[in-house]
């Protein structure tokens, strides 16, 4: 299976805040790479999918970046809404994986 | 509006058999297959399997394979995860999630989760 590595795996930030979250694969996996958002209490939200392509509906300080093996995942300005947990997603090989998730808190 | 609804919450005793639903509503369901995802309590994302409506072939991780069965029902736009006897550490909440419309294996819906609880 390819491993998922998220960094941080928490992280506390104030709103306004300009936040980056890396996701590294353990092998190349193209641009295979989808980002989730998850609240607490609630199903995942897919944010980006194939690395960099924002999902409709999605604000547009959310952007994500990357390929191979390295990719980022960065919100431009937080906002009272955006603390959450993030995941990264592989789908180059089955089975798809996740990363360990990045917990963002309230500074 | 696209929409995945699953059913309500279970607990069970080691050994029962379980079997829970995904009723989706709002596409075309045998063109979209249905994944399955575990989250145990306080714990990432995990994939199970997944299913291809249209023909019911499935895929499953290495690590749920044989110990749960993925089915669906095209004629009610419903897929199924299932137990034939289940453990303590089956507890968790179980998500479906739609394969994205790009066929990229992101998993564009989710429906909202079913909490399954093991205990004696």
């Known amino acids: 299976d390819i491993q998922m590595t998220q960094s941080p795996s928490s992280l506390s930030a104030s709103v306004g805040d300009r936040v980056t979250i890396s996701c590294r694969a353990s092998q190349s996996i193209g641009i295979y790479l989808h980002w989730y958002q998850q609240i607490p209490g609630k199903a995942p939200k897919l944010l980006i999918d194939?690395?960099?392509s924002l999902q409709s509906g999605v604000p547009s300080r959310f952007s994500g970046s990357g390929s191979g093996t390295e990719f980022t995942l960065t919100i431009s300005s937080l906002q009272p809404e955006d603390f959450a947990t993030y995941y990264c997603q592989q789908s180059y090989i089955t089975p798809p994986t996740f990363g360990q998730g990045t917990r963002l808190g309230i500074k | 509006e696209v929409q995945l609804v699953q059913s309500g919450a279970e607990v069970k005793k080691p050994g029962e058999s379980l079997r829970i639903s995904c009723k989706t509503s709002g596409y075309s369901f045998p063109i979209y297959w249905i994944n399955w995802v575990r989250q145990m309590p306080g714990k990432g994302l995990e994939w199970l399997g997944r299913?291809?409506?249209?023909?019911?072939?499935?895929n499953y991780s290495p690590s749920f394979q044989g110990h749960v069965t993925i089915s669906s029902d095209k004629s009610i736009s419903t897929a199924y995860l299932q137990w034939n006897s289940l453990k303590a550490s089956d507890t968790a909440m179980y998500y479906c999630?739609?394969?994205?419309?790009?066929?990229?294996?992101?998993?564009?819906?989710w429906g909202q989760g079913t909490m399954v609880t093991v205990s004696s």
């Open positions: 299913i291809d409506p249209s023909d019911s072939y499935t």
């Open positions: 999630a739609r394969r994205h419309a790009s066929g990229t294996d992101a998993f564009d819906v």
């Open positions: 194939t690395a960099s």
